[in-house]
C-alpha cells in the first residue's frame, strides 16, 4: 500500500473599510477578501461585542452573529480539487443587511472570518463529521454614538 500526502496552501482573508483599534461614530462599509478556499467548506463572518481575545470562547459558546450575506459556501466534492482562489464579499455599514442591523450599543466590537472545514475520512462515518473552525482574521473597533460635552455654565445678576 502506498501512502499519498497532498499539502495546500492555508485559507486567508483580509478586512477592509474598517481599521483595527479604531473609534467610528457611524458604521463604516466593510470588504471581506478570501484566498485558498477549501472544496466542502463555508467561510463566514461573524460579529460580536468585545475584544479578539475572545474569539476562540465566543465560537465556542455560539453567542454570535454571523453577519447578514456574508458567506461563502463551497461545495466541491472532488477531493484532489485544490483550493478556489478567491472570493470577496461586502458588508454594508447601514441599510439592507448592513451591520447596523447587528451593532447596535455603543462599545468594542470584533469582526471574525471564519473558515469552517469538514474533514475528510475514508471511508466516510455515518452523519457528517463535527466542522474545523479556522480563524483567519479579525479586526476589533469601537463604535461609539454618543458624544460626551464637559463644560460649565455661569449666571450672573
Do not use: C
Amino acid at each position: 500500500a502506498s501512502a499519498r500526502l497532498q499539502v495546500w496552501p492555508i485559507a486567508t482573508a483580509a478586512i477592509s473599510g474598517v481599521t483595527d483599534g479604531e473609534t467610528y461614530p457611524t458604521l463604516p462599509n466593510v470588504t471581506v477578501q478570501m484566498q485558498n478556499l477549501y472544496p466542502d467548506s463555508r467561510t463566514y463572518v461573524v460579529v460580536y461585542k468585545g475584544s479578539p481575545a475572545q474569539a476562540e470562547s465566543v465560537l465556542a459558546s455560539g453567542n454570535y452573529t454571523i453577519a447578514p450575506s456574508a458567506s461563502v459556501l463551497v461545495n466541491d466534492q472532488a477531493i484532489t480539487a485544490v483550493p478556489i482562489a478567491t472570493s470577496q464579499f461586502q458588508i454594508p455599514g447601514s441599510g439592507d443587511n448592513g451591520l447596523d442591523s447587528i451593532i447596535t450599543q455603543d462599545g468594542q466590537w470584533t469582526l471574525v472570518v471564519v473558515h469552517e472545514l469538514f474533514p475528510r475520512q475514508s471511508p466516510q462515518p455515518a452523519g457528517r463529521p463535527s466542522p474545523i473552525k479556522e480563524i483567519t482574521t479579525s479586526v476589533s473597533f469601537t463604535y461609539q454614538t454618543t458624544i460626551r460635552v464637559n463644560g460649565q455654565i455661569f449666571s450672573s445678576e
